[in-house]
Nanobody, 125 residues
Framework: QVQLVESGGGLVQHGGSLRLSCTAS????????MGWFRQAPGKEREFVAA????????FYEDSVKGRFTISRDNAKNTVYLQMNSLKPEDTAVYYC??????????????????WGQGTQVTVAS
């Protein structure tokens, strides 16, 4: 079992930046693909980004490509989501997720058995 704790959310102006962090404990971090999902009020939880075990491969949802960057530091058991050029439509609760499966399959929510509690990101217009 792996435990995930997100941090770094908050309120930011349109066009601003935030960096989310997710720290894992309980199992060998490098053995997990890591990802981020988000859920806006009244909407389904949707895929944002994923990164493979050692960071060689990254995957993004189309609307965040070029604005968001996922990275990981296995020595710190932490995955990051750098979010730039934020828009009001990025407002959501952001969830960290982990899977022992391939990162390319993490866009499917059901493939990810481990989840954090979420961190709120609000982008003011």
């Amino acid at each position: 079992q792996v435990q995930l704790v997100e941090s770094g959310g908050g309120l930011v102006q349109h066009g601003g930046s935030l960096r989310l962090s997710c720290t894992a404990s309980g199992r060998t971090f490098s053995g997990y693909g890591m990802g981020w999902f988000r859920q806006a009020p009244g909407k389904e939880r949707e895929f944002v980004a994923a990164i493979s075990w050692f960071g060689a491969n990254t995957f993004y949802e189309d609307s965040v490509k070029g604005r968001f960057t996922i990275s990981r530091d296995n020595a710190k058991n932490t995955v990051y989501l750098q979010m730039n050029s934020l828009k009001p439509e990025d407002t959501a609760v952001y969830y960290c997720t982990a899977s022992t499966g391939a990162a390319r399959n993490m866009h499917v929510r059901a493939n990810n058995p481990h989840w954090g509690q979420g961190t709120q990101v609000t982008v003011a217009s």
